[in-house]
Each structure stands twice: as structure tokens, then as C-alpha cells.
């Protein structure tokens, strides 16, 4: 069973940035594409940022030119950096193994606010 450990979530204010990591224990991990998804109260679950195996990397408009996803295979972690948040960037990221019936972490809060 694939665990997916997300972490570097917490309260920041509108303006700063934070960087979510999501450790893997899988072998393989290279070959797998990884995602970001984020769910705030009352909304459906969104996609963030999507890396492929390959290294391409993809954003949902409301984040682009503001955040980054990035893929350390050697340490298997996928991270998604976030700059100049905002309050609307508030939600639980989970990430997700971007494949069919793929794994995904059990969330984390991210709260933008002064």
C-alpha cells in the first residue's frame, strides 16, 4: 500500500509563501506523475499542479506564475512551492499519485490570513 505524506502546511499571511512536501514510500517513484490538489470549505477538490514522469510540469490558472511543483526523485518527494498567497489560496492540499486509482495523502491545511 502506497503511503503519500503531505507536510509544510500552516497559517501564513496574504502575501508570504509556503512550500508543501510529499514524501512517497513507494519504489519507483520516477515513473510516476504526481499532482496537487487542493479542496476548500464548501468547493470540490481542484487541481493545482501536475508533473508528469517526464518532468512537465502543468498549473490551474488561479495558481500559475505563483506556484511551483517540483519532483525529487531520489528523495521520493514531490513539493509544491507557493508564492504570494492569497486568502483564496485557502484549502486542504492532498497530494495524489496521478494515475488511475492513485494514492493520495491524507491533506493538509493551508489558512491565508492576517
Known amino acids: 500500500q502506497v503511503q503519500l505524506v503531505e507536510s509544510g502546511g500552516g497559517l501564513v499571511q496574504p502575501g508570504g509563501s509556503l512550500r508543501l512536501s510529499c514524501a512517497a514510500s513507494?519504489?519507483?517513484?520516477?515513473?510516476?506523475?504526481m499532482a496537487w490538489y487542493r479542496q476548500a470549505p464548501g468547493k470540490r477538490r481542484e487541481l493545482v499542479a501536475g508533473i508528469t514522469n517526464g518532468g512537465t510540469t502543468s498549473y490551474a490558472d488561479s495558481v500559475k506564475g505563483r506556484s511551483t511543483i517540483s519532483k525529487d526523485n531520489a528523495k521520493n518527494t514531490v513539493y509544491l512551492q507557493m508564492n504570494s498567497l492569497k486568502p483564496e489560496d485557502t484549502a486542504v492540499y492532498y497530494c495524489?499519485?496521478?494515475?488511475?486509482?492513485?494514492?493520495w495523502g491524507q491533506g493538509i491545511q493551508v489558512t491565508v490570513s492576517s
Open positions: 495524489h499519485e496521478d494515475t488511475l486509482g492513485g494514492a
Open positions: 513507494r519504489t519507483f517513484f520516477s515513473i510516476y506523475p
